[in-house]
C-alpha cells in the first residue's frame, strides 16, 4: 500500500496520513540556518477534522514563535549574507562566482560599515570562522550529554544570545572586549553582581566548549573574569562590594508556626513535616516515589540527587513515619507527594516550592528564608544534640568534610542514622 498524504487547506497546516492527521509548518528560508530544519512536522493523534485543526493550530502558534525568536536573534543582514555566501559556496557549481561576489561584498560593506565589519563578513563568508551563534545548538546538546541540568542550559543559553549578539566570531573574545561589554550590559540592563557572576559562568563555559571543539587553540587561557564591582564576598569583610547573604535556618518555634500556617494546603504541610525530619532538598522529596519507600525497614532512599553525595538511604522519624505511610498507601500517582505537576524541566517541586515562597513571605519571614532553611534548621538540631558531623552529612547527603571519612568510609548505619535523628523532634 503506497502512502497517503493530502495535504487539506492553506491555513489548516494539515496533512493526512494513513488516517492520521499530522501538522506541518514550513520554516522560513531567512531562518532555516538557526533552528537548524526546514519545516516542524507533528501528529495530532487524531483522525477528527475539526479537533485535528484545535491542535494544529497550538502547534502552529508555537512554531511560530520560534521562528519569530530566531529570526530576532539572526537579524543582522550582514551576518545573514555571509551565511548565505557560505552555504552557495558548498555547491561545486557556485564556487568560483561565489568567491567573487564575497571579495565584492567585502569591498562594498568595508567602504560603508568599516575594516571590523568586513572582516566579520569575509571570516564567516569565506568559512574561515564559524558564526558562533550556530554552534548553540551544538552546544546545548554536548551540555546535555554531559548531564548538566535542563534549567541550567536554559539560563546559560539565554544569556548566550544576549553575550553573542557582540561576539560574532570566536577571534572577539578577548579580555578587554569583554570586560568592556560586560559592564555595558550591567550598566544598561541595571543587573545584579549575582546576575553578572551568572553570565560570566554561562561565557566560560561557552569559552571551553569552544576549545574542545578546537574553534580556539585548547592552550588559549579563559579571558572571562569577574570585573572587580561585581565580585562577591563572604563572610566578614567589609571591603566586599557585593557580600553574600546565605539562606539562615528557622527556629524550632517559627517552623512549628510555618507548618501550623500551611494547614489548610495539605500539600504544602506534608511538605514541610518531611523536610523538617529528613533535611532533604525540595526536588528530593517532590521526586520521591513510593517504590523508594521501606515501610518494613522504616527507611527510603533517595536515588537521585544535585551531588553523588545526595544519593543516599534517610531513616524515616518515628513522627514522620504515620504520614508517609498514608501519603504511600494514597498515592495516584507513583509518588510519596501525589498529584505535582512538572514545569518545563521536568522538576516536580516548582508549584510547590513557589506556594511555600509566599506562605514564609505572609508570614514575615526574609527572603534569606527559603524552604532549603529548613534544611538548615535540621542540621543545626542535629549538631545541637551532640550528632557528629560526619553522621549528619550522611543523613542530608554532603560530602565528608574530613578526608579520612570522605574518601575511605562507607558510611555511617541505617542505624546510627537512625538514632541520630531520633534525638530531633518538633512540637507539630
Same mark, same amino acid.
Given at each position: !500500500?503506497?502512502?497517503?498524504?493530502?495535504?487539506?487547506?492553506?491555513?489548516?497546516?494539515?496533512?493526512?496520513?494513513?488516517?492520521?492527521?499530522?501538522?506541518?509548518?514550513? #520554516?522560513?528560508?531567512?531562518?532555516?540556518?538557526?533552528?537548524?530544519?526546514?519545516?516542524?512536522?507533528?501528529?495530532?493523534?487524531?483522525?477528527?477534522? *475539526?479537533?485535528?485543526?484545535?491542535?494544529?493550530?497550538?502547534?502552529?502558534?508555537?512554531?511560530?514563535?520560534? /521562528?519569530?525568536?530566531?529570526?530576532?536573534?539572526?537579524?543582522?543582514?550582514?551576518?545573514?549574507?555571509?551565511?548565505?555566501?557560505?552555504?552557495?559556496?558548498?555547491?561545486?557549481?557556485?564556487?568560483?562566482? #561565489?568567491?567573487?561576489?564575497?571579495?565584492?561584498?567585502?569591498?562594498?560593506?568595508?567602504?560603508?560599515?568599516?575594516?571590523?565589519?568586513?572582516?566579520?563578513?569575509?571570516?564567516?563568508?569565506?568559512?574561515?570562522?564559524?558564526?558562533?551563534?550556530?554552534?548553540?545548538?551544538?552546544?546545548?546538546?554536548?551540555?546535555?550529554?554531559?548531564?548538566?541540568?535542563?534549567?541550567?542550559?536554559?539560563?546559560?543559553?539565554?544569556?548566550?544570545?544576549? !553575550?553573542?549578539?557582540?561576539?560574532?566570531?570566536?577571534?572577539?573574545?578577548?579580555?578587554?572586549?569583554?570586560?568592556?561589554?560586560? @559592564?555595558?550590559?550591567?550598566?544598561?540592563?541595571?543587573?545584579?553582581?549575582?546576575?553578572?557572576?551568572?553570565?560570566?559562568?554561562?561565557?566560560?563555559?561557552?569559552?571551553?566548549?569552544?576549545?574542545?571543539?578546537?574553534?580556539?587553540?585548547?592552550?588559549?587561557?579563559?579571558?572571562?573574569?569577574?570585573? +572587580?564591582?561585581?565580585?562577591?564576598?563572604?563572610?566578614?569583610? *567589609? @571591603?566586599?562590594?557585593?557580600?553574600?547573604?546565605?539562606?539562615?535556618?528557622?527556629?524550632?518555634?517559627?517552623?512549628?508556626?510555618?507548618?501550623?500556617?500551611? *494547614?489548610?494546603?495539605?500539600?504544602?504541610?506534608?511538605?514541610?513535616? !518531611?523536610?523538617?525530619?529528613?533535611?532533604?532538598?525540595?526536588?528530593?522529596?517532590?521526586?520521591?516515589?513510593?517504590? +523508594? /519507600?521501606?515501610?518494613?525497614?522504616?527507611?527510603?532512599?533517595?536515588?537521585?540527587?544535585?551531588?553523588?553525595?545526595?544519593?543516599?538511604?534517610?531513616?524515616?522519624?518515628?513522627?514522620?513515619?504515620?504520614?508517609?505511610?498514608?501519603?504511600?498507601?494514597?498515592?495516584?500517582?507513583?509518588? /510519596?507527594?501525589?498529584?505535582?505537576?512538572?514545569? *518545563?524541566?521536568?522538576?516536580?517541586?516548582?508549584?510547590?516550592?513557589?506556594?511555600?515562597?509566599?506562605?514564609?513571605?505572609?508570614?514575615?519571614?526574609?527572603?534569606?528564608?527559603?524552604?532549603?532553611?529548613?534544611?538548615?534548621?535540621?542540621?543545626?538540631?542535629?549538631?545541637?544534640?551532640?550528632?557528629?558531623?560526619? /553522621?549528619?552529612?550522611?543523613?542530608?547527603?554532603?560530602?565528608?568534610?574530613?578526608?579520612?571519612?570522605?574518601?575511605?568510609?562507607?558510611?555511617?548505619?541505617?542505624?546510627?542514622?537512625?538514632?541520630?535523628?531520633?534525638?530531633?523532634?518538633?512540637?507539630?
Amino acid at each position: !500500500m503506497s502512502k497517503m498524504t493530502r495535504k487539506l487547506t492553506k491555513s489548516s497546516y494539515l496533512e493526512l496520513r494513513y488516517k492520521t492527521y499530522y501538522a506541518v509548518y514550513y #520554516v522560513p528560508k531567512d531562518v532555516r540556518h538557526v533552528i537548524n530544519k526546514a519545516k516542524f512536522y507533528q501528529s495530532t493523534k487524531t483522525s477528527d477534522l *475539526k479537533v485535528a485543526e484545535l491542535r494544529a493550530q497550538a502547534l502552529v502558534l508555537a512554531w511560530k514563535n520560534e /521562528v519569530a525568536n530566531a529570526r530576532a536573534t539572526a537579524e543582522d543582514p550582514i551576518i545573514n549574507a555571509a551565511l548565505d555566501m557560505l552555504r552557495q559556496s558548498k555547491e561545486k557549481s557556485k564556487r568560483g562566482l #561565489v568567491k567573487e561576489i564575497i571579495e565584492e561584498q567585502e569591498q562594498f560593506i568595508r567602504e560603508e560599515k568599516g575594516e571590523t565589519t568586513a572582516e566579520i563578513f569575509k571570516s564567516i563568508a569565506s568559512g574561515h570562522r564559524k558564526y558562533m551563534k550556530e554552534l548553540l545548538p551544538a552546544w546545548e546538546e554536548h551540555e546535555k550529554n554531559r548531564g548538566l541540568a535542563s534549567k541550567t542550559i536554559f539560563q546559560m543559553k539565554s544569556d548566550l544570545n544576549e !553575550m553573542l549578539n557582540f561576539f560574532p566570531t570566536a577571534n572577539y573574545f578577548t579580555k578587554d572586549l569583554i570586560e568592556h561589554w560586560i @559592564k555595558e550590559h550591567a550598566r544598561n540592563n541595571h543587573l545584579t553582581a549575582a546576575t553578572i557572576n551568572r553570565v560570566v559562568g554561562s561565557g566560560k563555559n561557552f569559552f571551553n566548549y569552544l576549545k574542545f571543539i578546537k574553534e580556539i587553540s585548547k592552550d588559549t587561557a579563559n579571558p572571562f573574569f569577574v570585573p +572587580d564591582e561585581f565580585k562577591r564576598t563572604k563572610g566578614t569583610n *567589609k @571591603k566586599g562590594l557585593n557580600k553574600i547573604q546565605s539562606w539562615v535556618p528557622f527556629t524550632d518555634e517559627e517552623l512549628v508556626s510555618l507548618y501550623l500556617s500551611s *494547614k489548610n494546603n495539605t500539600q504544602l504541610s506534608h511538605l514541610i513535616m !518531611m523536610g523538617a525530619y529528613t533535611g532533604a532538598r525540595i526536588e528530593e522529596l517532590c521526586s520521591l516515589k513510593t517504590a +523508594d /519507600v521501606d515501610l518494613k525497614n522504616n527507611l527510603f532512599s533517595i536515588v537521585e540527587s544535585k551531588t553523588e553525595a545526595g544519593v543516599r538511604v534517610v531513616p524515616i522519624h518515628s513522627k514522620l513515619k504515620p504520614l508517609i505511610q498514608s501519603l504511600v498507601e494514597s498515592s495516584q500517582d507513583g509518588y /510519596v507527594l501525589s498529584g505535582l505537576g512538572r514545569n *518545563k524541566f521536568g522538576q516536580r517541586s516548582n508549584a510547590i516550592g513557589k506556594r511555600f515562597g509566599r506562605l514564609k513571605t505572609d508570614l514575615g519571614f526574609s527572603d534569606r528564608h527559603v524552604f532549603h532553611s529548613i534544611r538548615k534548621t535540621l542540621i543545626t538540631s542535629l549538631e545541637n544534640a551532640g550528632v557528629s558531623e560526619n /553522621v549528619t552529612a550522611d543523613i542530608v547527603g554532603h560530602e565528608k568534610p574530613r578526608i579520612t571519612y570522605g574518601l575511605y568510609s562507607g558510611g555511617a548505619s541505617i542505624e546510627v542514622k537512625r538514632e541520630a535523628l531520633e534525638r530531633v523532634s518538633y512540637n507539630f
